[in-house]
């Protein structure tokens, strides 16, 4: 063998390089998990290109080459972290994440992931039993909630139209009805099967923020006038901007009048089915055709990490095929164990093993621990905001995701929208916390979602605290 290429593989290198990498990582955690140093040292995108286009040809340690990425990287396990979606991963995830990388099982056929494999059937039914789907569901875990939600209404799709969609293109004008405050993910989605803006049926939020229920009826009518046949609902477990949840079980009702497809986009909350305290907001879920629910999100996974669940088996195994769904057998598994017939990727992460990790090491509760933990810190965030007179609180969350801003006296609407946009541009740039924004009945509000375990009350007062010491010098 060539001798750099013996090299690359040497397993006494790569004892000695783990262990090293190791104890950085052991190191790092211990740092920010205690909220020293910054979330994230902050540098425009054109000047991290410049760093990294200079590094790949100098001279570095492999050890000061990771320091280096460390450095380089967002801090999600930081307390002063509270800003986009990703969970901080639970250490023991992490190793097994090292364990599938280098095993590099592919997934795609039985034999190349034969523990995977055996391991997602053993979680994916944990998951049916708690979201409560009955005898005979079934799932898988697929890259992400993004895929996660295209697959499962290209599902509803080959079980809902009367068409073979599959076999002779669309052919007939389908849509489905979601909330106009769901994650773009399924727009997109639908846009892709072709259905078009006209097969994208957006219903209202009430003041509230969760879609309007007393409008389904209107618009699934208003819909069928213009020549479309609606065939699924998605309900959002919660919507990605607000944190909070559709009324699961109206919608599920309402599908189950109207013979539509009921999917539940339980991306970020789905993993609230654990929480025997916050249980109650996803009720109605049982009645769901189809589940997300991203493990890297709200269980502790490291990205990516998504279930897709189905009531129905015989649909997991109907989408990607033109076999008629009558012809799969529902007394049993089609071929269970070559997940690649259901998903829409071929080669595959090892994400079960990740996943399956955190029960073995702490046990199923570690998700009701950490669920309710940050959803009740939600809460005590949102009271922390509306005992302060410089902020407004948006709504009262559901969930860890807050929205709310900054306020003074004789601004106009545009002016807050411009000064919290500001501010949060300013606490990005700073990097001793990490916020972000989005947009609200036409203004700009900040958002964060509490995702470490080391976030505490205080951490929400020494926000506050923050931002309107830099409120008084913009
Ligand atoms: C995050 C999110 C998604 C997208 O999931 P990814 O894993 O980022 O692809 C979809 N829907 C909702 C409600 C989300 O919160």
Not at 202 to 222: A, C, H, I, S, W
Not at 380 to 409: G, M, T, W
Not at 421 to 432: M, S, V
């Amino acid at each position: 063998m060539i001798d750099n290429l013996r090299e690359a593989y040497n397993a006494e290198n790569f004892r000695k390089e783990g262990h090293k990498l190791i104890d950085l990582l052991a190191g790092h955690l211990a740092k920010i998990s205690n909220g020293e140093g910054k979330v994230l040292n902050w540098k425009t995108p054109d000047d991290q290109l410049k760093f990294w286009e200079e590094h790949i040809g100098s001279d570095h340690s492999l050890t000061d080459f990771f320091a280096d990425v460390l450095d380089n990287s967002i801090a999600i396990h930081h307390p002063k972290y509270i800003g986009h979606q990703v969970g901080a991963t639970a250490p023991v995830a992490a190793l097994a994440d090292l364990l599938g990388a280098m095993t590099n099982n592919g997934m795609a056929i039985y034999e190349m992931g034969a523990a995977g494999t055996a391991m997602e059937k053993v979680v994916t039914g944990i998951l049916c039993r708690q979201v409560g789907s009955g005898d005979n569901a079934d799932g898988f875990i697929t890259s992400g909630g993004t895929l996660a939600n295209l697959t499962a209404l290209l599902a509803a799709r080959k079980a809902m139209s009367e068409r073979d969609v599959w076999q002779e293109g669309n052919k007939e004008k389908l849509g489905v009805m979601v909330s106009a405050e769901a994650h773009y993910c399924i727009d997109r989605s639908l846009r892709i099967m072709g259905f078009g803006e006209e097969g994208i049926i957006k219903v209202p939020v009430d003041e509230k923020f969760r879609v309007n229920t007393g409008l389904m009826k209107q618009y699934l009518d208003e819909a069928t006038d213009r020549g479309i046949k609606v065939i699924a609902f998605a309900g959002s477990a919660p919507t990605t901007a607000t944190g909070i949840y559709d009324d699961l079980e109206q919608i599920g009702s309402f599908c189950r009048k109207n013979n539509l497809w009921f999917h539940v986009d339980g991306a970020h909350g789905g993993a609230a089915v654990f929480s025997s305290k916050y249980k109650h907001l996803l009720k109605g879920v049982e009645m769901a055709d189809s589940v997300v629910i991203d493990a890297h999100k709200m269980m502790m996974a490291p990205v990516l990490t998504t279930f897709l669940l189905f009531k129905n088996k015989v649909n997991s195994y109907a989408t990607f095929h033109q076999k008629a769904k009558y012809l799969f057998d529902s007394q049993h598994d089609e071929e269970w164990y070559n997940y690649a017939r259901r998903t829409f990727e071929c080669t595959k992460l090892m994400m079960s093993l990740k996943f399956y990790s955190i029960i073995k090491a702490h046990g199923l509760r570690i998700f009701d621990e950490y669920v309710t933990r940050q959803y009740d810190l939600g809460s005590s965030f949102a009271e922390i905001i509306q005992q302060h007179p410089d902020f407004e609180l948006f709504l009262p969350p559901d969930s860890n995701i807050v929205c709310f801003r900054y306020i003074r006296k004789g601004l106009s609407e545009n002016e807050l929208s411009d000064l919290n946009a500001r501010l949060r541009q300013q606490i990005l740039e700073n990097g001793d916390f990490y916020i972000v924004q989005t947009q609200l009945k036409g203004a700009t509000w900040l958002r964060v979602s509490i995702m470490s375990p080391f976030t505490e009350v205080s951490t929400f007062k020494e926000l506050l605290g923050y931002i309107v010491d830099l409120a008084d010098h913009i």
